[in-house]
């Protein structure tokens, strides 16, 4: 029998392989900021990305490694369809040299036109990993009684 905890890990999963952008957050200085990228997970719910040393976010996660971030489903303005989407929070760092072939293989998979050349030829892109610390799930259509559940990790 499936227990309460696997099942918010289950939902947990489909809706990160339905979507494939995430809001992340940063800050610094107590000046937050969002930014959206695309991501992929590993089976440990570590979420990677890549983007470029330039941009503010990732200024930010070298000064602050705490971030959040969110995934959702796109909604119509229909209050009878079930909401689905997920919110967490953890921290993350550039990817170590040992790390680079497991994340940029699962960043491949998801995005098939990515190529290995494209992501590392320039030097200003970076790939990153947060190891989450909690997800907030909110799902009206697994859980209609009680739809926002957490699930530390």
Same mark, same amino acid.
């Given at each position: 029998?499936?227990?309460? %905890?696997?099942?918010?890990? +289950? ?8 979507? =494939?952008?995430?809001?992340? &957050?940063? $800050? ?47 909604? %119509?303005?229909?209050?009878? +369809? ?8 953890? =921290?993350?760092?550039?990817? &170590?040299? $040992? ?12 995005f098939p036109s990515i ?39």
């Amino acid at each position: 029998m499936m227990t309460e %905890k696997d099942k918010i890990r +289950e939902c947990l999963v489909q809706i990160l392989n339905d979507v =494939k952008q995430m809001v992340l &957050s940063t $800050s610094n200085q107590n000046s937050p900021w969002c930014a959206t990228v695309f991501f992929a997970f590993d089976s440990e719910l570590n979420i990677y990305f890549f983007s470029t040393s330039s941009r503010r976010h990732s200024k930010e996660i070298a000064v602050n490694k705490r971030v959040s971030g969110a995934v959702a489903r796109e909604h %119509k303005l229909d209050l009878e +369809e079930k909401h689905r989407g997920v919110q967490f929070e953890g =921290k993350c760092t550039l990817i &170590s040299n $040992s790390e680079v072939n497991e994340a940029y293989d699962l960043l491949r998979k998801r995005f098939p036109s990515i190529t290995k050349f494209h992501l590392l030829k320039d030097a200003t892109k970076e790939l990153y990993k947060i190891h989450v610390d909690k997800f907030v799930l909110f799902d009206t259509l697994n859980f209609p009684k009680d739809p926002r559940k957490e699930l530390q990790n």
